[in-house]
């Protein structure tokens, strides 16, 4: 399993990169195995300003259908339109083409209170 350092987590298993003022999310690697073959990704939230730890959208497995968490409050201003096509790609890429959406952050300090890689690690084998 791949686990990127310099990444923050959530124990929702979306994972936030910060890239200037602009946060981007996706799911993880270990959350993307539980569910098994994703076929469908659902945002519908461009351009609303969410809590953290609000619902941003759902993605949709062969199995089940999970909401997305967003790691930290702010503006959802993009969407990774290449998932339309291809949901597949949190599957074989999560932390790289399979992210999901891009924030922009009401709080850059949010993202402080979330669990560094070795406590994702730690949080996961529980």
Do not use: C, R
């Not at 076929?39 to 953290?52: Q, R, T």
Request: glycine share 10%; no cysteine.
């Amino acid at each position: 399993m791949n686990f990127p350092v310099g990444l923050k987590y959530t124990q929702e298993h979306e994972w936030i990169k910060i890239e200037g003022d602009i946060a981007v999310v996706g799911i993880t690697d270990f959350a993307q195995g539980e569910l098994g073959d994703i076929v469908f990704v659902e945002v519908e939230s461009i351009g609303k300003n969410i809590g953290k730890d609000g619902v941003f959208g759902t993605v949709e497995a062969v199995k089940t259908v999970s909401d997305l968490f967003l790691p930290v409050a702010g503006e959802v201003i993009e969407f990774n339109t290449s998932l339309n096509n291809n949901p597949e790609l949190i599957n074989t890429d999560p932390y790289g083409d399979g992210w999901v959406i891009k924030v922009k952050p009401s709080d850059l300090g949010d993202i402080n209170h979330l669990m560094d890689v070795e406590t994702y690690k730690s949080f996961i084998a529980h």
